[in-house]
């Protein structure tokens, strides 16, 4: 094929994400907060605080910059627009992420796999998961396809060109998040197990350059960052996976469940190994798993593919090692955390796919060609397609909705309007105070809230009360047997989230729609 023909495709493949990605966001509901301490951050070195916006925050600054910077193209004032701002970051990254993994597709197995690959990658619901909570992964991923890129370049043709992009990529990618470490750690490694096997070894200068290089450039570009932060990162979750700091305690909120006292270190990473598996397979999907490992099994043949078939096992073995050692040592591990194994293994199960329809035949006199030996046309590839892209975003859609923070916005509308100026708030989505721009407590102090004398308010959903956490037996004590005050919304469709706002001052009776004080709905137990 043409370069002009590849763009042609790429071109079109990013209005295909474009298409899936905005339909992501009337169907999916946000529900994690981490993309609200990005914005936060955003709006702190908006304000020119500096020290805390860049160095002294717990995440990594280079999506908040880029909030930042979205925030002045999208433009505006207040919570509502710094919303946007980060949905407008996150969908910019989502569809330029097209380019580096089609180019990285095309390089590691091949023209006919790259259309493939980025529609199978693309079409998973958990893009548009992070798209919706405008969650960090979606500039992470951006920067290391394009380092991973890089790095498959560098070991197929072992120019220099390519070290200082994969490089500069691999610190743009730990600047978004600590996973970007990995791959110039990967490469290193790889380079190192390089010279064991005869059809892996390149030019022995050059390998002792590119080892240096890889070493020293990276130092130089990410070390001054390291330096201020005083390590590789102040996320405790990434010294805790690399042995720098103690497992969080039983009781964490982080946890998905309490740690038993009794649990033995044995069978805490017997259940780490368990969930990194579920967490992988998550990702992929169960019926690609097979196809992925027939595609890595089946990668065209040579010095250069072997190179990237070692790579590749480097990346996915020290993926797996850090997402069981996440779970031993945090208490959780969650499908997002498991995009960096799951991108490649996809790619796998494209070629997989790919490969095995093109030696697919079936003999012709079956459909009245005598003699002929016929493989699967367009119709077949339709049908797979439909199998694979659209009934997975159609298995895990939700209703349609005005937005992915619709409900938010409305119980942080409730809040401005019903809470009084003394009165606090404990909030355990935080989005729902951020928009109502009211002084409260969030889900991290939610073990401090109760002691203020001023706590009023509680806004949880469901499953926040009903859980087996800690912290749910702490909400049930404060709200006790009271009735909520506000159902936002007061009519929730099946599987559309609906938030509870719980007046501790309040007796018990009925409850308020959002946004209809002149009316009452019993309230659902």
Not at 160 to 179: H, K, M, N
């Amino acid at each position: 094929m043409t370069s002009f023909q590849h763009a042609i495709r790429i071109g079109l493949l990013m209005a295909v994400t474009a298409g899936l990605m905005s339909w992501g966001l009337r169907h999916t509901e946000a529900s994690f907060a981490d993309g609200l301490r990005y914005i936060r951050q955003a709006e702190q070195i908006d304000r020119g605080d500096w020290q805390n916006g860049l160095v002294g925050s717990i995440d990594h600054p280079l999506h908040p910059l880029g909030i930042v910077a979205a925030h002045g193209l999208v433009g505006g004032e207040g919570p509502v627009s710094w919303q946007r701002a980060a949905v407008a970051l996150a969908f910019g990254c989502i569809v330029l992420l097209v380019i580096p993994l089609y180019l990285l597709t095309r390089d590691a197995f091949g023209d006919e796999t790259a259309w493939l690959g980025c529609l199978l990658v693309m079409a998973k619901p958990l893009f548009g998961s992070i798209l919706a909570n405008v969650l960090s992964e979606s500039s992470f991923l951006l920067f290391w396809t394009w380092g991973l890129w890089a790095a498959i370049r560098f070991l197929r043709e072992g120019r220099f060109f390519w070290l200082p992009l994969t490089i500069g990529f691999g610190v743009l990618a730990y600047l978004s998040r600590p996973e970007g470490l990995l791959l110039a750690m990967a490469m290193v490694l790889t380079l190192g197990i390089l010279p064991l096997h005869h059809a892996t070894r390149i030019n022995w200068p050059r390998w002792g350059a590119a080892v240096a290089f890889l070493l020293l450039g990276s130092l130089v570009l990410a070390g001054p960052y390291m330096a201020l932060k005083g390590g590789v990162g102040t996320k405790p979750a990434i010294a805790r996976v690399l042995g720098l700091a103690p497992s969080s305690h039983p009781l964490a909120l982080e946890r998905e469940r309490p740690l038993p006292p009794a649990q033995t270190t044995l069978q805490t990473y017997c259940l780490a190994t368990e969930r990194m598996v579920k967490v992988v397979r998550g990702v992929v999907s169960t019926p690609l798993v097979p196809l992925a490992l027939l595609g890595l099994v089946v990668m065209p043949p040579g010095h250069a593919r072997a190179r990237t078939w070692l790579f590749f096992g480097v990346v996915l073995l020290a993926s797996a090692i850090g997402l069981v050692r996440l779970h031993a040592t945090g208490g959780y591990c969650t499908v997002r955390h498991g995009l960096v194994p799951g991108l490649i293994l996809i790619l796998a199960a494209a070629h997989g796919l790919a490969w095995l329809m093109a030696r697919i035949s079936i003999p012709g006199d079956w459909l009245g060609a005598a003699e002929q030996r016929l493989r699967p046309g367009p119709a077949v590839w339709a049908v797979l397609l439909a199998v694979l892209i659209v009934a997975p975003r159609l298995h895990g859609s939700g209703q349609l909705i005005p937005g992915p923070f619709h409900v938010y916005r409305d119980a942080g509308a409730w809040l401005a309007q019903n809470v009084g100026g003394d009165e606090r708030a404990l909030d355990l989505t935080d989005w729902s105070l951020y928009f109502s721009r009211r002084p409260g407590y969030r889900f991290a102090n939610v073990y401090e809230a109760p002691a203020d004398p001023t706590l009023r308010w509680i806004i949880a959903r469901k499953p926040h009360l009903d859980g087996h956490w800690n912290y749910s037996a702490v909400l049930r004590q404060l709200v006790g047997q009271r009735d909520p005050v506000a159902l936002i919304p007061a009519d929730p469709q099946p599987g559309q989230l609906q938030l509870r706002i719980y007046d501790r001052l309040g007796p018990p009776g009925q409850v308020a729609a959002a946004n209809s004080t002149g009316r009452t709905v019993p309230a659902r137990r």
